[in-house]
């Protein structure tokens, strides 16, 4: 089983490929280092720098449909745990117009931007 790293990792291998197919940059998906394990001078820096709990690890930056960009949250396929956190800033981020997914491993988060640069649409917002 692949941890998030490498699930992130190959999410973007799969990007760096299929976004040319949709007729846009690379860089419009990109992560957000909210997470992950720091020497803790480094955590604080970042923290200092605007880094928040909670925040979902990746974002497209492209409207489409009623959205104005996709945030996903990515997960290992087996055994990953949305927190409290997590929910919240989904939520919030949801609330003000971004289309918001917690995906299960590369390949749903794959199919969840297909959907969402194909139809303007996410359902579900969990993707396994």
Known sequence: MMSEHKEQCALMQWW?????????PEALLFAIPNGGHRHIAVAAKMKAEGVRAGVPDLFLAVPKGAYTGL??????????????????ALMLLSARGYAVAVCRGWRAASRCLEQYLNEGVLSPTEYV
């Open 71 to 88: 945030f996903i949250e990515l997960k290992k396929v087996k055994g990953g745990v949305v927190s409290d956190s997590q929910r919240e």
């Open 16 to 24: 760096a490929l299929a976004c040319k197919g949709f007729g846009l």
